[in-house]
Antibody
Framework: QVQLMQSGAEVKKPGASVKVSCKAS????????INWVRQAPGQGPEWMGW????????GYAQKFQGRVTMTTNTATSTAYMELSSLRSEDTAVYYC????????????WGQGTLVTVSS | SYELTQPPSVSVSPGQTATITCSGN??????VYWYQQKPGQSPVMVIY???KRPSGSPERFSGSNSGNTATLTISGTQAMDEADYYC?????????FGGGTKLTVL
């Protein structure tokens, strides 16, 4: 079965960077985009961007341009999302998600990684 | 930028039909996806490409999309369906989410 397993919770100081990993299994990792979505406490999901592991193509939401970097390692079927210049408003649960065969959906989600930004 | 609008809350009695709408300009020209999220859990897709149900999504969940409005319908609503529901579509290679609807079963 499709699984997306994310790295553990992080606590960072303002101005620092965080890198979250997402290891995929149960499907051909290079065949489908990986999306990253975050959700601040009590808020709805907010899309951050996508990356295709095969082509290396990626697209970022305008809000995160210049601060986010998405990468993949096809040898280990792992995707990464790095967010820099962290501020308190970046405190959120960060999710990876993949369609894995369901059109352009976000059919499968990781368990989420809580990133807390606090001085 | 493209916007999707959902009612903040919907209430339904057990066994009745719940209807959650999602509005956007010419939304019927795009595919709509619906996600259910319970407290402390990751979102789960219940409808994709307007009307399709993934395996594992109960038959009581159905979707439609026409004109400016997409609709998620839950027939015979159960207590376990109480959750937040989000619609989603693509616009210019970006994902757009609706603001979410809290479904209360009472």
């Amino acid at each position: 079965q499709v699984q997306l397993m994310q790295s553990g919770a992080e606590v960072k100081k303002p101005g620092a960077s965080v890198k979250v990993s997402c290891k995929a299994s149960g499907y051909t990792f290079s065949s489908y985009d990986i999306n990253w979505v975050r959700q601040a406490p009590g808020q709805g999901p907010e899309w951050m961007g996508w990356m295709n592991p095969n082509s290396g193509n990626r697209g970022y939401a305008q809000k995160f341009q210049g601060r986010v970097t998405m990468t993949t390692n096809t040898a280990t079927s792992t995707a990464y999302m790095e967010l820099s210049s962290l501020r308190s408003e970046d405190t959120a649960v960060y999710y990876c998600a993949s369609p894995a065969g369901f059109g352009s959906s976000l059919a499968y989600w990781g368990q989420g990684t809580l990133v807390t930004v606090s001085s | 930028s493209y916007e999707l609008t959902q009612p903040p809350s919907v209430s339904v009695s057990p066994g009745q039909t719940a209807t959650i709408t999602c509005s956007g300009n010419k939304l019927g020209d795009r595919f709509v996806y619906w996600y259910q999220q319970k407290p402390g859990q990751s979102p789960v897709m219940v409808i994709y490409q307007d009307t399709k149900r993934p395996s594992g999504s109960p038959e009581r969940f159905s979707g439609s999309n026409s004109g400016n409005t997409a609709t998620l319908t839950i027939s015979g609503t159960q207590a376990m369906d109480e959750a937040d529901y989000y619609c989603q579509a693509w616009d210019s290679s970006t994902v757009v989410f609706g603001g979410g609807t809290k479904l209360t079963v009472l």
